[in-house]
């Protein structure tokens, strides 16, 4: 049996830093393989987050194999990789933000989980620094309050004028940015004005936004507990020659 052989080094030296011995998925099954008991629900989480690493290192541009971040230590599974520990829902859920908010390549797990809590808390300082490997993590004391969140992008780059309206979801302004950043890159998210709720009276926001989303996000933005509305995420683009 042929395997993928990685000398082992640091869990935090990169995406494409791995260690240990791996089977050859082109080779053919052996005797010798090790067995893993899984459910049909476990082997569609692991699909999901591979789905989703292949599809944000393309979208971003970043030059690191995929398949070699499902091989590496994480300090995100507690020092697992995410071939194995993603088959469990907790892990798939972190893999599935960690990747969907471009926030590096590790992070702590409880930093991700307070991300995907709904708990209570200020809106004080954001609770944590996303983005390139190598940032900070500060755990929060509590999870963040979710709310509804809306921005407004207006810039000129490469020869077009771009327009763009994006509300949902978070429990902070700086998720928001990470959202914008990872969509319509980092100029946008540089120049994204974000705000708790929408401005109804905002002429570009009425302008873009459809009536019926506009009513119900106006409606939706006075609800107390945005957990049972989690899945708002909307994004509208007008691209004009400039």
């Not at 520990?85 to 992070?107: M, W």
């Not at 004391?141 to 327009?163: D, P, T, W």
């Amino acid at each position: 049996m042929n395997a993928v052989t990685i000398v082992r080094g640091d869990t935090d030296a990169g995406p494409n830093a791995f260690g240990g011995c791996y089977e050859d998925p082109l080779d053919a099954d052996s005797i010798g393989d090790i067995a893993v008991t899984t459910s049909r629900r476990g082997l569609t989480r692991l699909a999901l987050v591979a789905a989703e690493t292949g599809a944000r290192f393309q979208r971003e541009g970043l030059g690191h194999d995929p398949m070699a971040w499902m091989l590496a230590p994480r300090t995100l599974f507690g020092g697992g990789i995410a071939v194995e520990a993603c088959l469990e829902r907790k892990h798939c859920l972190r893999a599935v933000l960690l990747h969907g908010l471009s926030l590096g390549f590790d992070a702590p797990a409880q930093a991700i989980d307070a991300l995907l809590a709904d708990g209570s808390g200020d809106d004080g300082e954001d609770h944590w620094a996303g983005g390139a490997q190598g940032r900070s993590w500060e755990v929060p004391r509590s999870s963040r309050r979710l709310r509804l969140y809306s921005a407004i992008i207006v810039m000129a780059r490469g020869g077009e004028l771009l327009n763009a309206f994006h509300a949902s979801v978070a429990p902070s302004a700086a998720v928001v940015r990470e959202r914008i950043r990872a969509r319509l890159g980092s100029a946008a998210a540089a120049q994204a004005e974000i705000r708790i709720g929408v401005d109804p009276d905002c002429p570009m926001t009425l302008g873009m936004v459809p009536p019926a989303i506009l009513e119900t996000l106006i409606r939706d933005g006075r609800r107390r507990r945005w957990s049972i509305a989690a899945g708002i995420d909307i994004t509208v683009e007008q691209r004009l020659p400039s």
